[in-house]
């Protein structure tokens, strides 16, 4: 039973793959940092693709060769160009056609801010920053920045460029100028990285790892039960609570696949969404998605029936 509970309670490994020089480790380190679970070597149970600029032949061949779940991560977003709602907007919209190129979810980023944490940017980085917003830098380039005369001193300006380079400076200034608190700059420029879509799309990405490891954990603790004729397992799972778990981690696989679930909580929303999914379930879908669809109308019908009860 311990360890059947241990293999569901994991978390879930995530494999960081990319082509050298598209900052493979600035995404594993914004995951890790996260609570992520970063696999030191290829093997995980969802594979995150990270990607730079144009998708190229070898990064194809990673998402062909993998049998798990894949979310490309879409890097640099700050070197996306200009466009209609800035960098980050261009990435957006080329995040979209990596997609549809490749067949797997994408998500853009600015791997050196998503990074970042609140250790990273010393006093001396921040009232550099500070400074900044009184006398304004020249961000028109790297040399500029680093060589211009300005009264910060030229090592705290080359620290800064190495840590947050001109686009996460300019964010840096613009937000302290609106008054951010300095103690939360690290947390507010991970947000301009994107860090949090990332952490949204991973999470969406895991569901069905999951999903699966809570249906294969319910098989097992079935053939547990009759083994050893175990009436209080056999309750347990068939419960409410075991049939609600089971469905909210199947609604989590199909909303991450793009599809909605009527979240009502009303005996007429719990009737129509077991009718909504059973229909879904006949027709042609993948094994995944029958089984998922199979529990959520079983947990819907459960809740119907509570809901019943209530007003008897």
């Known amino acids: ?17 990319g082509r050298e020089g598209v900052g493979r480790g600035h995404v594993a380190t914004a995951l890790h940092r996260r609570g992520v679970a970063v696999s030191a070597s290829h093997d995980g149970d969802v594979c995150v693709l990270v990607v730079a600029e144009a998708v190229k032949d070898e990064d194809l061949e990673m998402v062909r060769s993998s049998r798990r779940p894949v979310l ?13 709602g800035g960098p980050m907007a261009v990435a957006r919209r080329r995040a979209v056609d990596v997609d549809r190129q490749v067949g797997v979810p994408a998500v853009p980023t600015v791997g050196l801010l998503a990074a970042l944490e609140s250790a ?6 921040v009232a550099a920053l500070r400074h900044f917003v009184t006398e304004p830098p020249n961000l028109t380039s790297v040399d500029a920045f680093v060589d211009d005369p300005h009264p910060v001193e030229r090592d705290v300006r080359v620290r800064l460029l190495a840590r947050l380079d001109r686009f996460g400076i300019a964010h840096a200034v613009l937000a302290l100028a609106d008054g951010c608190d300095p103690d939360r700059l690290s947390t507010h420029l991970a947000g301009v990285g994107n860090v949090d879509e990332v952490m949204s799309a991973l999470d969406a990405v895991a569901a069905p790892v999951r999903y699966r490891r809570l249906r294969g954990a319910i098989l097992e603790l079935h053939c547990l039960a009759a083994e050893f004729d175990d009436d209080a397992l056999s309750e347990l799972l068939v419960s409410d609570v075991t049939a609600m778990a089971t469905m909210s981690a199947a609604v989590d696989v199909v ?9 009502g909580d009303t005996a007429a929303a719990h009737l129509g969404r077991a009718l909504a999914w059973r229909s879904y379930g006949r027709g042609p879908v993948n094994a995944l998605h029958r089984q998922c669809s199979a529990d ?9 029936d509570g809901a019943r009860k209530q007003r008897t």
């Open 120 to 125: 990273d940017l010393d006093d001396a980085l």
């Open 255 to 263: 909303t991450a696949a793009g599809l909605s679930v009527d979240c």
């Open 296 to 304: 959520i109308v079983r947990g819907s019908l459960r809740l119907l």
């Open 1 to 17: 039973m311990r360890r059947i509970a241990d293999r569901i309670g994991r978390p879930v490994r995530v494999a960081v793959l």
């Open 72 to 84: 490309a991560v879409l890097t640099k977003a700050d070197l996306a160009g200009s466009g209609a």
